[in-house]
């Protein structure tokens, strides 16, 4: 009996391992730990951690789930192994082919995903420069920006601030100012819903105080560690005081495209925003902002180069409908 209960032991402790089988065909036996930035760590008796870069390995068997990030953005429980050679995930019993170069990150069940960096919830970002602005004002500006983000593995806060300031001959010829905060919720991996708000002065514009509230859902249609994109529909409120025009009181539909690319050369935004009033269609703002960042020699610093565009169908007849602004701004990030 007691011969029985060790065969049974070592029988489960073998069966419980998962197994690798690399490029030159070397079997390596133990427990994975993670996957992460390409690169595989394996628990073993006979050498403890391993680490194996992920490109290296052929195929991967695993005794239990797991939490696996696809690249693409989904991540699930589930179980690497084979059939007739091809390499699957098992996912609640559900079988699918997977590719390893497909696999962003795994991680224990009890851990937390590799990818969310441990202590370094907040990040920053400083920018100053000169614009060229076309529209309600043709002059040389001074524009300023702050960003403070701060990321957890379920949800982000992003709140800014943006000054722009014109002048001629040392007279002051233009201001504006823009205060804002987004919160967004990831209850699933590409599903989200949003809170915003913003609050805007504006001299060209003959603004007193634009503010604004904002609330929807939000789909990620790319979801990847360098690539995302992301789409909001939403409702939105509203309030514009104006020096001299009548004020005004709106809710809007609130729809919006976000992109952000990361490459060799630096970095590319887009965002898209269109916001047309629920009582009047034709009543409505569009914006857009297009940005490409390249990073200098020196840690941390990048130049900044783009352009917005923010046009209004129902501006008064004494200012111009749209709003173009040229910007290069040097930029800091820090976390």
Avoid: C
């Amino acid at each position: 009996m007691k011969r029985i209960i060790i065969y049974l032991i070592v029988l489960h402790t073998v069966f419980a391992q998962d197994k690798i089988i690399t490029n030159d065909n070397s079997t390596i036996v133990g427990k994975i730990q993670q996957i992460h930035a390409g690169k595989l760590k394996i628990k073993t008796d006979f050498a403890g951690v391993l680490t194996i870069a992920l490109k290296k390995i052929k195929s991967i068997q695993m005794s239990a789930e797991s939490n696996i990030g696809l690249k693409k953005g989904d991540s699930l429980k589930g179980k690497l192994g084979l059939d007739a050679n091809k390499q699957q995930i098992d996912s609640g019993g559900k079988k699918s082919d997977l590719e390893l170069s497909n696999i962003a990150a795994l991680w224990l069940l009890n851990a937390k995903d590799p990818r969310i960096k441990k202590g370094a919830r907040w990040q920053f970002e400083a920018n100053v420069g000169m614009i060229i602005k076309q529209g309600n004002a043709d002059e040389r500006n001074i524009n300023s920006r702050i960003i403070a983000e701060y990321i957890r593995e379920k949800d982000k806060f992003l709140s800014y601030f943006k000054q722009y300031y014109s002048e001629s001959e040392g007279i002051k010829t233009g201001e504006e100012f823009i205060l804002g905060a987004d919160y967004e919720n990831n209850f699933k991996p590409r599903h989200s819903w949003y809170l915003r708000t913003e609050f805007e002065k504006d001299d060209a514009e003959q603004l007193e105080l634009r503010t604004l509230f904002g609330a929807g859902y939000g789909y990620y249609f790319i979801k990847e560690a360098k690539q995302q994109l992301r789409g909001r529909l939403g409702v939105l409120w509203r309030d514009e005081d104006f020096e001299i025009a009548e004020d005004k009181d709106t809710t809007a539909l609130d729809t919006s495209l976000h992109y952000k690319g990361i490459y060799d050369w630096g970095i590319w935004t887009t965002d898209l925003e269109y916001t047309p009033s629920f009582e009047e269609f034709k009543d409505y703002r569009a914006k857009h902002e297009t940005a490409l960042s390249f990073p200098l020699a020196i840690k941390n610093w990048s130049i900044r180069l783009g352009v917005t565009h923010d046009y209004n169908s129902q501006a008064d007849e004494a200012i111009s409908k749209i709003d173009t602004k040229y910007f290069t701004q040097l930029m800091y990030r820090w976390q």
